[in-house]
């Protein structure tokens, strides 16, 4: 095992428990590269330990994904135009504060990465492509919610754990 999985199995343990104290089951998606291993990988449900053991196989092919929806969102994976900045922007402006976080892309891209959004029904949506424009700026990509999955990086847990907490946080300041 190296410093790198070390420090990726326990981001994921920390996902699993910060998603978990809000009732949410993260189904992980076990990849080779960016392609998920096994047929029927949508309704498999890894555990983290599993995860985390699959990755330590082969931490330079292996990754892990996750279906967004089972953390209660749906992700805007921008892949053409003017990045997820625009992206965020765009959607906070139109629809108010639904925007849980905005995580980079796999490839280091400024103008790839991922928005995510909160959803009170994210199992009933689905995936589709989207494009999103204001003024001359525009974004393409697809949505990716229940069947759809987005790679987890060492970059981008860091963020979702923050935001599960964040929202944990609110919630509590709410049943006050």
């Not at 199995?9 to 998920?36: D, M, T, W, Y």
């Not at 996750?66 to 992206?87: E, F, K």
């Amino acid at each position: 095992m190296t410093l790198a999985t070390d420090k990726t199995g326990s981001l994921l343990r920390r996902l699993n428990e910060a998603a978990q104290r809000h009732a949410f089951q993260p189904a992980f998606v076990l990849l080779i590269g960016k392609r998920p291993l096994k047929k029927g990988w949508a309704s498999l449900r890894p555990t983290v330990g599993e995860a985390i053991e699959h990755l330590n196989k082969d931490p330079l092919r292996h990754a892990i994904g996750i279906q967004p929806a089972s953390l209660g969102s749906v992700v805007l994976d921008c892949d053409d135009g003017d990045g997820p900045q625009i992206a965020k922007d765009i959607v906070l402006e139109r629809y108010g504060d639904v925007v849980a976080c905005t995580t980079p892309s796999t490839s280091g891209k400024s103008n790839r990465g991922h928005v995510w959004l909160r959803c009170d029904d994210a199992e009933q949506a689905r995936n589709w492509k989207f494009r999103l424009e204001k003024g001359h700026q525009e974004i393409k990509g697809e949505m990716r919610s229940t069947g759809g999955q987005v790679r987890l990086t060492a970059k981008a847990l860091p963020l979702l754990i923050d935001d599960l907490n964040t929202a944990a946080g609110k919630e509590d300041e709410i049943d006050l």
